[in-house]
């Protein structure tokens, strides 16, 4: 069996919270490529660090910082210094890569795997998936991480997990699959407001096509899911990975034997169940309770 173990969240002070990687680091390959063809483009517009950043809203340090590959850029800056250097997309075609590198290194495997995912299926006990979250409940869960994640981080880690959502629109479209226990779609994180508002991106999620949205009421007397929460990734080909995390550890797990026992673990889960349509018409009288 192959197992890779990884801390959930980095220490206070790493590269992974204020968003600097050390030379060498995995992740930094395509900070440096981004870096390179920006100041290739800033060079090419005839523009200095302080007149550009003017024109994108960032001090010539942090420039400097993303030419030199030592920041993550944000998504938004990516956009607007395509459009100000009219890059054509240049810069843009790496975005989706950087998101990724703004995630710890033991988390960077389990993205790829989503980003080629043709099958995903999610069990959770505890909060909304990472990937069906929406900006305010991202930002919510994250700011109640102990110990505390300072902005930087959070703004990091927030455009990482909206940059993973591509997966609903991506095609060929992957089948995802997602139970969760009732008890997380009471609990009112964030606030009541933040609440209403992730219900209601659920409904919109769970009317895809490729989408099957599945709560598991308090009510059951059976339940398969007693282990706590995990993910199966199935990949063109049929191979399988299953993903674990828990007070800060995680685990891959690809052990053939293991993965197939979880597949079927988790199709016992969604048995036990609602429905997809029952699980719709449950969110909406949450909606209506509140």
């Known amino acids: 069996m192959t197992v890779v173990r990884g801390d959930a969240d980095a220490e206070p ?18 900070m440096m490529a981004f870096g390179r063809q920006l100041k290739l ?16 809203g960032y001090a010539a340090p942090s420039i400097a910082s993303f030419e030199q590959g030592r920041r993550i850029p944000q998504p938004a800056f990516i956009d607007k210094a395509d459009a100000v250097l009219d890059a054509g997309g240049l810069l843009m075609v790496l975005k989706e890569e950087l998101a990724r590198a703004q995630y710890p290194p033991f988390f960077r495997d389990m993205a790829r795997l989503e980003a080629e995912a ?15 979250q929406t900006e305010a409940y991202m930002r919510a869960v994250l700011a109640m991480r102990r110990p505390l994640l300072d902005e930087a981080t959070i703004e990091l880690r927030v455009a990482a997990r909206l940059a993973r959502q591509e997966i609903f629109s991506r095609w060929p479209a992957p089948l995802l699959s997602f139970v969760v226990e009732e008890s997380v779609l009471r609990r009112p994180l964030g606030g ?11 409904l919109l999620f769970g009317q895809n096509r490729n989408v099957e949205i599945q709560v598991m009421p308090l009510d059951r007397e059976d339940n ?21 995390e828990v007070q800060g550890r995680s685990n891959l797990l690809t052990d053939r034997d293991e993965t197939r026992l979880a597949a079927a673990r988790y199709g ?13 018409g449950f969110i909406e009288k949450l909606l209506g309770d509140l």
């Open 13 to 30: 002070g790493s590269g992974v919270e204020t968003g600097e990687r050390p030379d060498g680091e995995p992740g930094s390959g395509v």
């Open 41 to 56: 483009l800033r060079l090419r517009a005839g523009l200095d660090r302080a007149e550009f950043g003017k024109l994108v």
């Open 118 to 132: 043709v099958e995903l299926c999610a069990y959770d006990t505890h909060m909304v998936k990472g990937l069906l």
């Open 192 to 202: 009541e407001g933040v609440l209403r508002g992730q219900l209601e991106q659920l």
């Open 224 to 244: 398969a899911g007693v282990d706590g929460p995990f993910t199966v990734i199935t990949r063109k080909g049929g191979e399988q990975f299953v993903y674990t």
């Open 268 to 280: 016992i889960i969604r048995s036990q169940a609602l429905t997809p349509r029952e699980t719709l």
